[in-house]
């Protein structure tokens, strides 16, 4: 079965009944040896126990196979592993490959004899080699889990092969994943989903549940929710119960299927026992994530989830714990209600829930009077979290060092916890982006590190390439002006600049990233440097700039005068050279005043007036977007490294 990714699965578990399936035809074998269970059954069901003991001492291999499955199921005769495992073994070593199998399955478990994975791997070995099929996927989990052998996902990708190939289910399901997660073998969706559709068509419910998830996500599949929910629905129907939740998911975000709370939580209730701190933690969980058919949050069952919150929480289940104060500190519960959140996040942490210590980090400055706090030191509450892996824990100590709150200033703490941080995996809403951006500061800095200007500059590229900020792009514009780390690239260097100016909110004078971005491109553009490929592009780049970029530094000022004035990249353009230079020029840049003079001694009267109209719209739009994002930038600067 597989384990939730988030309420769907990321592994399988290999079980299986592993007296009473018929292994696929051999050759070069005794005709007896490949007969199916039914007929040994058959043969030897209606007999007197004693009876089958006597053909058994005779070395008739079937009936001691038949001896060893009644013995391990009690056909016919009171459970004996003892028995069933001396019986077995005999079978085995006559060379019968199920009974070899079923050998290492007892090995592997330690039914009637003393648990011994190694000698299980022979056994394994001995019918897998004679094409027995599920020994062939056993054999293939112990070399992909190294278990009574050395790990070797080559072979356990082998093996899986030639079980798949006699059309086995599990080797199928085995393959799918191997392709899917990439283990062993090049990551190709596509294949996975053909392995799992190979065995979801045969009915297995891994398979089913699998290909699923693949058509939820688009992986390897066109991205089709319909298909999706019909192939959980399967899994349901072939008792996964998993598919299950998988299904309640989809109900609940309406992907495929109608949005329906109540039939989300009809599945959930289908899949977890709600009387049990996972199903009552379950199903507060799916609450949080109700909508109304407009896919708006139903505040409303907030209160609801509280309570199936609670219920798992006063049992001791520190995610439970974390989730009803999560509720409580959001003002999910009522804004008068926050400081709750306390008494919940202590016991989540106490029970060693790594969110609820990196959240008992913060809270001190939040609730700075709070009674049940003092007792608490931030800092050894977001070691703790780190020391357990998460990720703001270990990018919030990272920060801590770095300026000295709450610790000694401490670069080479800093690095340690920010190289931690980006070691997570990378997607679009976690602080890795922000973690690869800071340590190519250090790297670039040589702050609690050794100073690697190439380290800097893949460390730049990788948080621009899976972020939404501009700071990674100016630098890396930066290090491309100058041949820092990388050739010098006039080119390269002007198209980070403008990249940076496609992220966050305009910039304002405080707004350091986008107005860098906005200097360093003109300033380039201005000395002819780093013209995009279409030159006719620089002109939709500056007008861009202008009507979305506000333009607030005085250097950036000047810089737009000097184009407009030159017209060596556009068209010479008095009008909005003047005004721009008078932008410029009233914050006291003196290179402006003089660039102004000199353009307005060549101006007509009437373009004189028509500049001054122009610049009091510009100084209008400018000083408005000055007010609007002030408030929301010095927060962010507030926040930030």
């Not at 289940?317 to 999560?326: C, M, P, T, W, Y």
Request: proline share 3%; charged share 20%.
């Amino acid at each position: 079965m597989k384990t939730p990714r988030f309420g769907f699965f990321v592994a399988t578990i290999f079980l299986v009944n592993i007296f009473h399936l018929q292994a696929e035809n051999s050759t070069n074998v005794p005709a007896s040896f490949q007969e199916s269970w039914l007929t040994i059954s058959n043969r030897w069901g209606g007999m007197p126990i004693d009876s089958v003991k006597q053909a058994a001492e005779t070395n008739e291999v079937t009936a001691q196979f038949y001896l060893g499955c009644s013995f391990s199921d009690g056909l016919g005769i009171e459970k004996n592993p003892a028995e069933a495992f001396k019986w077995m073994k005999l079978a085995a070593q006559q060379g019968m490959a199920r009974a070899q199998r079923n050998l290492g399955e007892m090995l592997d478990n330690g039914t009637g004899v003393e648990k011994n994975s190694a000698e299980a791997f022979g056994w394994y070995q001995k019918a897998a080699q004679q094409g027995d099929a599920w020994a062939q996927v056993d054999i293939g989990y112990d070399y992909q889990s190294g278990i009574g052998t050395e790990k070797n996902v080559n072979e356990a990708f082998g093996w899986y092969q030639k079980s798949a190939a006699q059309g086995n289910t599990q080797a199928q399901v085995k393959l799918g994943l191997m392709y899917e997660n990439g283990n062993g073998v090049s990551q190709d969706y596509a294949q996975a989903a053909n392995f799992y559709r190979l065995a979801a068509e045969q009915g297995n419910a891994d398979g089913q549940n699998n290909l699923g998830w693949l058509y939820k996500n688009g992986w390897g599949v066109p991205l089709n929710y319909i298909e999706a929910a019909k192939w959980f629905q399967k899994a349901v129907e072939s008792g996964e119960l998993m598919g299950a939740e998988n299904l309640a998911w989809m109900y609940i975000y309406g992907n495929g299927v109608e949005r329906n709370n109540e039939m989300a939580e009809r599945w959930i209730l289908k899949t977890f026992d709600t009387n049990s701190v996972e199903g009552q933690y379950k199903m507060g969980d799916f609450i949080t994530h109700e909508f109304d058919s407009n896919g708006h949050e139903i505040d409303a069952n907030f209160f609801r989830a509280a309570e199936w919150f609670r219920l798992a929480a006063e049992k001791g289940d520190a995610k439970a714990q974390f989730q009803l104060a999560e509720l409580y500190n959001y003002g999910k519960l009522g804004n008068d209600q926050r400081s709750n959140c306390i008494p919940w996040y202590l016991k989540s942490a106490a029970n060693g829930d790594a969110e609820a210590q990196a959240e008992i980090g913060k809270l001190h400055e939040f609730y700075p009077n709070s009674d049940l706090l003092k007792s608490v030191n931030p800092i050894d509450s977001l070691k703790q979290a780190a020391e357990q892996g998460d990720l703001s824990a270990e990018f919030d100590l990272a920060h801590r060092y770095h300026i000295g709150d709450g610790v000694p200033k401490d670069p080479a703490e800093a690095f340690k916890w920010m190289d931690k941080a980006a070691q997570h995996d990378i997607s679009p809403v976690t602080l890795t982006i922000d973690a690869h951006y800071y340590l190519g500061v250090m790297y670039e800095t040589g702050e609690g590190v050794t100073k690697n200007l190439t380290n800097a500059f893949q460390l730049y590229q990788e948080a621009a390439v899976g972020g939404n900020k501009p700071e990674p792009f100016v630098r890396l514009g930066q290090m491309y002006e100058n041949g820092e780390g990388v050739p010098q690239d006039d080119r390269l260097a002007a198209e980070n600049y403008y990249q940076a100016l496609q992220f966050g909110f305009f910039p304002t004078s405080d707004d350091t990233a986008r107005c860098t971005a906005i200097e360093n491109l003109l300033g380039l553009y201005v000395q002819r440097r780093g013209f995009p490929d279409d030159t006719n592009l620089v002109n939709q780049q500056l007008t861009e700039i202008k009507r979305n970029h506000p333009v607030t530094t005085a250097k950036a000022q000047f810089l737009l005068g000097q184009i407009y004035f030159q017209g060596k990249i556009v068209p010479q353009n008095l009008v909005e050279a003047a005004a721009w230079l008078r932008l410029s020029s009233n914050q006291s840049l003196d290179e402006a005043r003089k660039e102004l003079e000199q353009v307005e001694s060549g101006m007509s009267s009437e373009q004189k007036e028509a500049a001054k109209s122009r610049f009091d719209d510009l100084d209008k739009s400018i000083g408005g977007a000055k007010r609007s994002y002030q408030q929301l930038e010095n927060y962010r600067r507030s926040h930030s490294w």
